[in-house]
């Protein structure tokens, strides 16, 4: 799987962004895929992840309620809707993939951000206040 991180830019505070991430291969719909970022200084971190079959979705804490991540099979994409953005979501944002076919340990174990093996270019977003 490659994949292409899309959709970033500079939004107000309060404002709405989505970001896109485009994966190859004819297996999407096995692997888990997640959004993670990282901001100036600060270590990259999970935002959000979701299985491959979509039944199971995580979130960190900081952008429950805010934040939606989803996955359309046919165009093989995930997407992650930033709504209610805050100054401090600025950072660099990535996604990434790890098999996880329906049973396997990681379906049933939400990979860690060390488990994921394929990661796409980061795409910048900054919230201005």
């Known amino acids: 799987v490659q994949l292409q991180a899309s959709g970033g830019g500079l939004v107000q505070a309060g404002g709405s962004l989505r970001l896109s991430c485009a994966a190859s291969?004819?297996?999407?719909?096995?692997?888990?895929m997640g959004w993670f970022r990282q901001a100036p200084g600060k270590q990259r971190e999970l935002v959000a992840s979701?299985?491959?079959?979509?039944?199971?979705?995580k979130y960190a804490d900081y952008v429950k309620g805010r934040f939606t991540i989803s996955r359309e099979e046919p165009s093989n994409t995930v997407y992650l809707h930033m709504n209610e953005v805050k100054p401090e979501d600025t950072a660099v944002y990535y996604c990434?993939?790890?098999?996880?076919?329906?049973?396997?340990?990681?379906?049933?174990?939400?990979?860690?951000?060390?488990?994921?093996?394929?990661w796409g270019q980061g795409t910048q977003v900054t919230v201005s206040s």
């Open positions: 990434a993939s790890v098999e996880a076919p329906y049973g396997s340990y990681y379906y049933n174990n939400p990979p860690t951000m060390n488990e994921y093996t394929c």
């Open positions: 291969g004819r297996t999407f719909s096995t692997y888990t």
């Open positions: 979701i299985t491959g079959n979509g039944d199971s979705r």
